[in-house]
């Protein structure tokens, strides 16, 4: 009995000593600008780890899956030694979603999805949010989500935060690597998501040529954006999976370094649920700790990870 009892002990110090997760981290503390102190920060750490990613959970812009999409997320990327922060930014909500409140009123709508983003990765890269400033810094977002892990690939020379505080940002706004899964990408008809359409842009600048043309990513894409890995699934029913081609063309015509996974099934929204998608999606996670290792190899975590064992039948396509 004591020795099971001193085997529970050590795990749970073992345990302790690997992961730190912290308190949720009001990113504007008590900004009432735009309803700012929706925008929560929430860290999963892991010691000793010198890679880490914001992630940004999918929605349509409107609400976030945390759950599978966010905590589930951190948590298997903690299993690979990677720390993680679930960012729940702003989004239009439940009620302006169905009464089509954005006629009468703002309502939360861009710029203030990004400029939540850039502010967790502000406050990550200055050592401010529960751990110490890591080597290097990624966003990975799904579906909605996955838009506005790129905007922070395209926009970072945008101070978004500073047009809301008045005050510069201090730290670098530009991610060392994005990862976007199953992302929207384009604003423009036919391949719009146009749920998250109007979600990021509002019941009136939709019909905006002009706004859709400027969040229509494949239109963005710059010479010098980080690093991307890039996936989806060809039966997507919710997102075009055209989505993710019209990115995969962009990056590869601009010359960024990009991995683009495709899996002929999988749909949308499986996350880092095991019970969803199908047996080859599944293994996404080891494939993205794989390209990072490549990405990285100087870093210690880097140098270590391993090469999953696919057989050239099971890799999707790239």
């Not at 010479?223 to 990056?251: C, I, K």
């Amino acid at each position: 009995m004591i020795f099971f009892l001193r085997a529970a002990f050590l795990a749970a110090a073992l345990l302790t000593a690997l992961h730190l997760n912290a308190q949720p981290i009001s990113i504007w503390g008590e900004g009432k600008r735009h309803h700012a102190r929706q925008a929560i920060l929430r860290p999963y750490i892991c010691r000793g780890s010198d890679i880490s990613v914001i992630v940004c959970p999918g929605g349509s812009y409107y609400w976030l899956d945390i759950d599978n999409e966010g905590k589930l997320v951190a948590e298997r990327l903690n299993e690979k030694g990677i720390s993680a922060y679930v960012l729940s930014y702003r989004v239009g909500g439940i009620t302006p979603f169905i009464f089509h409140r954005g006629l009468v009123f703002r309502g939360k709508r861009h710029p203030d999805m990004i400029a939540d983003l850039q502010r967790a990765i502000s406050l990550v890269r200055s050592g401010a949010a529960g751990a110490p400033a890591p080597e290097k810094l990624g966003v990975m977002g799904f579906s909605a989500g996955g838009h506005l892990a790129m905007c922070s690939a395209c926009f970072y020379d945008t101070d978004f935060p500073q047009m809301q505080t008045g005050e510069p940002s201090r730290e670098s706004l530009k991610p060392d690597f994005v990862a976007a899964v199953y992302p929207v990408v384009t604003m423009e008809d036919p391949y719009a998501h146009r749920r998250s359409r109007r979600g990021l842009l509002g019941d009136i600048r939709m019909y905006s040529g002009k706004m859709r043309d400027s969040l229509s990513l494949e239109k963005k894409v710059r010479d010098d954006s980080p690093p991307v890995f890039l996936l989806n699934a060809d039966d997507d029913q919710v997102v075009d999976p055209r989505n993710s081609a019209l990115l995969d063309s962009a990056l590869t015509a601009r010359g960024v370094p990009h991995e683009y996974l495709r899996f002929e099934t999988g749909g949308h929204g499986f996350g880092a649920d095991e019970s969803r998608g199908s047996a080859r999606t599944r293994g996404w996670m080891q494939l993205f700790v794989d390209w990072l290792g490549r990405l990285f190899p100087e870093l210690p975590s880097g140098s270590g990870i391993k090469e999953n064992d696919w057989t050239a039948e099971s890799r999707p396509k790239r």
